[in-house]
C-alpha cells in the first residue's frame, strides 16, 4: 500500500470543499497544497522578525523563529519519511507549529497570557489553530473566514497539546528559551471549539496525531542542539570545558528532576562517544565551524535514529495518524535535557537576559491598554471588522490579543512608541 492511500477521504477533508484546480495547474496532492499555503502565509514571514530565544536583530548568526521553524521542518520530514508517515503532513505542521507565537517569544507569550484571563486566555499553540483555521484568510464560507483551509490531517498535526484550557494540566518547568512555564499548555480557545470538533472527529481523547508526535520531538531535538551552537558561536560555552556540578544543577532544576549525577554524567559520556565531539575549544575559523556543523548533524541523526529503532521495535507499520505512537527512549531523553540544560546554565541565566524579559513583559501591558482605549481605530484593517461584529468587552479583547500576537518584536515596538509616545 502505498503512502498516499494510507490517508483516507476523511484524513485530505476540507472545512470548505473546493473543487479540483484547473487543469492547466501543476497538478498537487492536497497535502502539497496543504504545504504551499503555509510557506506563503504572511505569518510565515512574520517568524523571522519574531525571537527564538534572543532577539533576531541581535546577531547575524543566531536563530529566529522562522530558521528555526525552517530546521525542525527539515528534521520532522526526514524522520516522518523513515517511519512511513506522510513527509507533506509532517513537514507542513513543522513549519506551522510556532506561527502562533507572539512578539518576544514565550516571554510575549507569558504577558498576554495574564492580559487575556478574562477572554479566554493564551496559548502560543491554540493561536495556531486559530490562525490556520481562522485568522489567515484565503478561504471563506457560510460562517465567514476558515483560513487556509486547510486538510483535517494536516490540522489534527499541527495539534501539539489537543485539550481545551478547562482540561489543561498545570504548568511545570520551563520553555526552550528558559523562560518558567507560567502558561497553562493546551491547543484550542473556546470560541475555535466547532474547528477543533471537526479536525478531531473521530478521535477518542487527547491522544496526539502520530504526525503531531513526530513534529513535537523534531522540535525538541532542533532546539536542543542548535541552542547549544548558538551558544558556542557566542563565545557563552565551551563543551570542552564544562563546569559539571553547576550544570547537572541547572539540568535538574529545569528540565530532569529525577536524574542523579551518576545517570546524567553516563549520558553525557555517551555523546561524548560521537567522534565529532569536540576535543579542543572552537576558535572561529571555518575548520572548527565545520566541525561543529558535523557535530550538529551527528548529534541531530543520533537522536533521530534512536528514536526510529525504538519504534519500530515495538510495533509493526502503518506509523500514520492515530494508528501509532513515537517512541522515545530513555537515553534519548536524557541527553537532550542535557543539551538543553548546557544553553541554559551557560546563555538563559544572564541577568541582563532577565532585565530586558522584564521590559519586554511591560511593554506588551502598555500597548495593550493603549490599544484597548482606542479601540478599532489601533487595529489593522484586517481586525476592524472583528472588533465591530464583537459581542461583549471579552469578545473585544480577544480582538487585540490577535491583533498583538501578530506582530513581530519591531512592529510591537514602534507600535508601542506611536500610541504611548515611549
Not at 35 to 52: D, E, G, I, M, N
Not at 101 to 129: I, K, V, Y
Request: aromatic share 6%.
Amino acid at each position: 500500500m502505498s503512502i498516499e492511500q494510507l490517508y483516507g477521504d476523511a484524513d485530505r477533508e476540507r472545512i470548505v470543499p473546493e473543487p479540483p484546480k484547473r487543469v492547466d495547474a501543476p497538478v498537487r496532492t492536497d497535502f502539497e497544497r496543504d504545504r504551499a499555503r503555509v510557506v506563503h502565509a504572511a505569518a510565515s514571514r512574520r517568524l523571522a522578525a519574531k525571537t527564538q530565544v534572543v532577539g533576531p536583530q541581535s546577531d547575524d548568526f543566531v536563530r529566529n523563529r522562522l530558521t528555526h521553524s525552517l530546521e525542525v521542518a527539515q528534521v520532522a520530514r526526514d524522520l516522518a519519511r523513515a517511519l512511513g508517515c506522510h513527509p507533506d503532513v509532517t513537514e507542513t505542521a513543522a513549519l506551522a507549529h510556532d506561527l502562533g507565537h507572539p512578539p518576544f517569544g514565550h516571554n510575549g507569550e507569558r504577558a498576554l497570557a495574564g492580559l487575556s484571563q478574562d477572554c479566554g486566555g493564551f496559548e502560543g499553540n491554540a493561536q495556531t489553530l486559530r490562525l490556520l483555521a481562522r485568522l489567515e484568510a484565503k478561504t471563506f464560507g457560510p460562517q465567514g473566514s476558515v483560513g487556509l483551509n486547510l486538510t483535517r490531517a494536516t490540522l489534527d498535526a499541527c495539534m501539539k497539546y489537543p485539550w481545551p484550557r478547562s482540561l489543561a494540566p498545570d504548568p511545570g518547568g520551563v520553555h526552550a528559551d528558559g523562560t518558567p512555564r507560567h502558561v497553562v499548555k493546551f491547543g484550542v480557545y473556546d470560541d475555535d471549539a466547532e474547528v477543533f470538533a471537526w479536525v478531531r472527529r473521530g478521535v477518542a481523547g487527547d491522544r496526539k496525531a502520530l504526525e503531531a508526535q513526530v513534529m513535537d520531538l523534531a522540535d525538541d531535538v532542533a532546539y536542543s542542539v542548535h541552542d547549544v551552537e548558538d551558544g558556542i558561536v557566542a563565545g557563552r560555552l565551551d563543551l570542552t570545558a564544562l563546569d559539571h556540578d553547576a550544570l547537572w544543577e541547572t539540568v535538574r532544576a529545569w528540565y530532569l528532576p529525577e536524574c542523579d549525577d551518576a545517570e546524567l554524567a553516563a549520558a553525557l559520556a555517551g555523546m561524548r562517544t560521537q567522534e565529532s565531539w569536540p576535543s579542543t575549544p572552537y576558535d572561529g575559523s571555518r575548520r572548527s565551524l565545520a566541525a561543529m556543523k558535523n557535530l550538529t548533524s551527528d548529534l541531530i541523526g543520533r537522536f533521530c535514529g534512536s528514536v526510529q529503532a525504538a519504534t519500530f521495535a515495538v510495533r509493526e507499520a502503518p506509523f500514520v495518524r492515530h494508528r501509532a505512537d513515537l517512541v522515545v527512549p530513555r537515553q534519548t531523553e536524557i541527553e537532550i535535557g542535557i543539551l538543553k540544560g548546557i544553553a541554559a546554565h551557560y546563555v538563559m541565566q544572564a541577568d541582563d537576559r532577565l532585565a530586558l524579559m522584564e521590559r519586554q513583559r511591560t511593554l506588551l501591558a502598555e500597548l495593550f491598554d493603549a490599544m484597548w482605549a482606542r479601540g478599532a481605530d489601533a487595529l489593522d484593517r484586517s481586525f476592524v471588522e472583528d472588533w465591530e461584529t464583537a459581542g461583549d468587552d471579552a469578545a473585544r479583547r480577544r480582538v487585540i490579543v490577535d491583533q498583538v500576537a501578530s506582530y513581530t518584536d519591531a512592529r510591537a515596538v514602534k507600535r508601542h512608541r506611536e500610541l504611548t509616545g515611549r
